[in-house]
C-alpha cells in the first residue's frame, strides 16, 4: 500500500513555463514533507521542505503548497530550466528524522529547450 | 570536502553469491543511513547507524542482509545469497547527529545487478 503517490511518471514543460509536480499521501499524521530532485548517476539532493503548520513554502524559483485537508502537496518551479530536467521524489513523515520518511516513487521533468 | 562516496557504483552478482556496498560518509559526520530503491519505486529506508552501533534496523530484511558502521573504515551493507529481487539501486546518506532528515546528504549509489 503505497502511503505517498506521484501519479505522473513523467512531465515535460516549455523553459520558461511553471513546472507544477504533484504528490499525494494517505496517513493524515504525517506532518513533514520533503522534496528532492535526482539527477541521473548521483544522489537525491534536498530541494525544499514544508511542515504542515504552513501551507505554502517558498526559496527562489521552487515553491511548495500543501493541502492537508486534500492530503495533497505540489511543487511549483518558475520560470522553468533545462537544468531542472530530473527526477523529483516527495517524501513524507509523521516527524523530522531521517528514517521515518517514505517517499514517492518519483517524477521525471523534462524541460525543453 | 568530499561528499559522501560509495564503491562500487555498480556491482553484477549472480544467485547465491555475496554482495559488499561501501559508504563513506562525508567529513565530520557520524551518522549512516542506507536506503533501497527497486525499480519504478521511491527510495525505501533500510537502517540507521552511529559508529559501531545500529540505531534503527526497522527497514532491514530479516534475512541475508546486514550493516555495520566500524570505528574505522566506511559503512558495509553485506547481503548474503542474493537472489534477483535483490536488483536495486542502494544509496547511503550521512548526517551529523542530529537525524534530521534535510541535513542528510546522499552518496551517488550502487546499482546492484543479480544475474
Known amino acids: 500500500d503505497q502511503q505517498v503517490k506521484q501519479n505522473s511518471p513523467s512531465l515535460s514543460v516549455q523553459e520558461g513555463r511553471i513546472s507544477i509536480l504533484n504528490c499525494d499521501y494517505t496517513n493524515s499524521m504525517f506532518d513533514y514533507f520533503l522534496w528532492y530532485k535526482k539527477y541521473p548517476a548521483e544522489g537525491p539532493t534536498f530541494l525544499i521542505s514544508?511542515?504542515?503548520?504552513?501551507d505554502k513554502n517558498e526559496d527562489g524559483r521552487f515553491t511548495v503548497f500543501l493541502n492537508k485537508s486534500a492530503k495533497h502537496l505540489s511543487l511549483h518551479i518558475v520560470p522553468s530550466q533545462p537544468g531542472d530536467s530530473a527526477v523529483y521524489f516527495c517524501?513524507?513523515?509523521?516527524?523530522?528524522?531521517?528514517?521515518?520518511?517514505?517517499f514517492g516513487p518519483g517524477t521525471r521533468l523534462s524541460v525543453l529547450p | 570536502n568530499a561528499g559522501v562516496m560509495q564503491n562500487p557504483r555498480h556491482l553484477v552478482r549472480r544467485r547465491g553469491q555475496e554482495a559488499r556496498l561501501r559508504c563513506s560518509p562525508m567529513?565530520?559526520?557520524?551518522?549512516v543511513y542506507w536506503y533501497r530503491q527497486l525499480p519504478e519505486e521511491g527510495l525505501k529506508f533500510m537502517v540507521y547507524l552511529q559508529k559501531e552501533n545500529i540505531i534503527d534496523e526497522s527497514g532491514m530484511p530479516k534475512e541475508r542482509f546486514s550493516a555495520e558502521f566500524p570505528k574505522e573504515g566506511p559503512s558495509i551493507l553485506r547481503i548474503q545469497q542474493v537472489v534477483r529481487g535483490d536488483s536495486a539501486a542502494y544509496f547511503c546518506?550521512?548526517?551529523?547527529?542530529?537525524?534530521?532528515?534535510?541535513?542528510?546528504?546522499f552518496g551517488p549509489g550502487t546499482r546492484l545487478t543479480v544475474l
Open positions: 546518506a550521512s548526517s551529523r547527529p542530529s537525524g534530521n532528515f534535510d541535513e542528510q546528504f
Open positions: 514544508i511542515s504542515s503548520i504552513k
Open positions: 567529513k565530520g559526520h557520524s551518522h
Open positions: 517524501a513524507a513523515s509523521k516527524d523530522n528524522y531521517g528514517q521515518n520518511f517514505v
